[in-house]
């Protein structure tokens, strides 16, 4: 069971439709640096930078970023892992 979960790079926030309510998901927050991206999700939504999310650590029970790594710099996963490992 994963009450609370973080879509990190959610782009149109397809995985959210798949996901929430499964797994005992309750709270699915979904997060792009897009806003025009954010715009055609829908659920709890929060513009942000992946690389400074604007949350307390230990606030999720589970994270999801499908395709973010891919994204960035290899030297920056190493520090976005530890990171994501306290939220």
């Given at each position: 069971?994963?009450?609370?979960?973080?879509?990190?790079?959610?782009?149109?926030?397809?995985?959210?439709?798949?996901?929430?309510?499964?797994?005992?998901?309750?709270?699915?927050?979904?997060?792009?640096?897009?806003?025009?991206?954010?715009?055609?999700?829908?659920?709890?939504?929060?513009?942000?930078?992946?690389?400074?999310?604007?949350f307390a650590d230990g606030?999720?029970?589970?994270?999801?970023?499908?395709?973010?790594?891919?994204?960035?710099?290899?030297?920056?996963?190493?520090?976005?892992?530890k990171r994501l490992k306290?939220?």
């Open positions: 069971s994963f009450p609370t979960a973080l879509d990190i790079g959610c782009h149109t926030g397809q995985l959210a439709s798949l996901l929430e309510g499964k797994k005992g998901i309750s709270r699915f927050i979904q997060t792009d640096i897009s806003s025009a991206m954010l715009s055609q999700a829908s659920g709890l939504r929060v513009v942000a930078d992946e690389e400074y999310l604007p606030g999720f029970d589970i994270i999801i970023q499908h395709g973010y790594f891919i994204c960035i710099h290899s030297n920056i996963v190493s520090s976005s892992v306290k939220w």
